[in-house]
């Protein structure tokens, strides 16, 4: 399974955007970009993703690269409820199965 | 929908005990998860189904078993618990049919083996 590089942490203030980054240079052209978030003491869920276009739901946006060895996680407005760990993980086309890696611990300050 | 749920929220065994959890979903899907979740640290696979009737290993298989009772059914037994074992095991499942793949996710079982 290819990898993905997360920082460990990043601050945010409230109602301003956060930038989530993620490396993943071994990605190859089947894998998809997945986004999960894990609220303290709940499981993960959901949050976006993509291909090779950028795309938009009314959680974030997914930016990414045109080489598609790296993606950005947008949250256009963060809230004290966004506080999470974010998860950037690969899954191959067709394949069920999501390689977590430890993602990147989102404070957010009002 | 209740979505993913698991029983029990929360249990304590001593070393060489046996128990099982349990996990149902009422969406339908076709795939289940077992993952367990040590502190500090991202989720890793157990044990996964991919339809009923089928049960691979995940990254960490040892010292467990499953069952896929039935579509909706998806259990995690521990044997002989280990003190490495004291976790948080988290279900899941999904559906190869959903546009996202996205997989939905119970609330966790906190187990301490003592």
């Keep these: 399974d290819a990898k993905t590089t997360q920082p460990n942490s990043m601050e945010s203030n409230e109602e301003e955007p956060v930038h989530l980054p993620c490396n993943h240079s071994t990605i190859s052209g089947t894998d998809y ?11 993960p869920e959901y949050v976006i993703h993509g291909l090779t276009s950028n795309v938009n739901n009314r959680m974030a946006s997914l930016a990414i690269a045109e ?10 407005r963060a809230t004290l409820r966004d506080a999470a760990v974010y998860y950037c993980i690969l899954r191959v086309t067709n394949g069920n199965k999501l390689v977590f890696g430890a993602g990147t611990i989102l404070r957010v300050k009002s | 929908n209740a979505g993913v749920t698991q029983t029990p929220k929360f249990q304590v065994l001593k070393t060489g ?4 959890l349990q996990c149902a979903q009422d969406m339908n899907h076709n795939s289940m998860y077992w993952y367990r979740q040590d502190p500090g640290m991202g989720l890793r696979l157990i044990y996964y189904s991919a339809s009923e009737g089928t049960t691979d290993k995940g990254e960490v298989p040892n010292g467990y078993n499953v069952s896929r009772l039935n579509k909706r059914e998806f259990s995690l037994r521990l044997e002989s618990a280990a003190p490495s074992q004291t976790s948080v095991y988290f279900c899941a499942s999904s559906s190869p049919r959903d546009r996202d793949n996205e997989q939905f996710f119970g609330p966790g079982t906190r187990l301490t083996v003592l």
Aim: charged share 15%; no cysteine; net charge positive.
């Design chain 1, 33 to 43: 970009i997945h986004w999960y978030r894990q609220l303290p003491s709940q499981g």
């Design chain 1, 67 to 76: 080489d598609r060895k790296s993606s950005t996680l947008i949250l256009h």
């Design chain 2, 17 to 20: 005990q046996s128990m099982t």
